[in-house]
């Protein structure tokens, strides 16, 4: 699920200082005082969270947070009816709580678009779920998508178009939660 960025939300300061504190992991720093930071300095990553509801998206973040999760996959479908962008190698992301707070920033480091019956064994295990087996990433994402498909007019299917991402953690954000 994703969230844009909008000065209206409680949570938009908070956002904006986590990618303050954050972004010198990615690399975007102010260069000098005179040329401050640029057009990717100033825009604020897209933040997100994972899965479609409180639980899902708290426990997967903890995954990542662990070091467990490195990877993730979205139908196809998502991204054309949320009117997404794919992901793209490099991109950035703050990966929000259930709350909406940030708590990791992450980029991309490859993005495959394969049927759900050809995600291969090992990126089922870098989403560092269950038992991290292809028969349970592929039992439970079945059980997900038909959740979250149906709503959307779609139908699942073995054939179903899967963009799977692989990611590394640059910033976590430690604290209560």
Not at 22 to 34: E, K, L
Not at 169 to 177: A, C, I, V
Request: glycine share 6%.
């Amino acid at each position: 699920m994703t969230d844009d960025l909008n000065p209206e939300d409680d949570n938009a300061a908070a956002i904006l200082a986590f990618w303050e504190a954050a972004r010198h992991r990615a690399g975007v720093v102010r260069t000098s005082v005179v040329t401050g930071l640029g057009v990717t300095g100033a825009m604020v990553p897209p933040t997100w969270s994972f899965g479609d509801n409180a639980a899902l998206a708290d426990q997967l973040l903890d995954l990542v947070l662990a070091g467990e999760k490195t990877g993730t996959s979205t139908a196809l479908a998502e991204f054309e009816h949320a009117d997404e962008p794919l992901p793209v190698k490099g991109d950035l992301s703050i990966v929000l709580d259930s709350a909406g707070q940030p708590r990791a920033l992450v980029r991309t480091t490859e993005v495959a678009t394969v049927p759900f019956d050809q995600v291969p064994a090992e990126h089922a295990a870098a989403e560092g779920e269950d038992d991290r087996t292809l028969a349970t990433w592929r039992a439970e994402h079945e059980k997900y998508w038909r959740r979250v498909l149906a709503p959307l007019g779609e139908e699942f299917s073995e054939q179903l178009p899967v963009v799977t991402e692989r990611f590394e953690l640059l910033y976590p954000r430690t604290g209560d939660r």
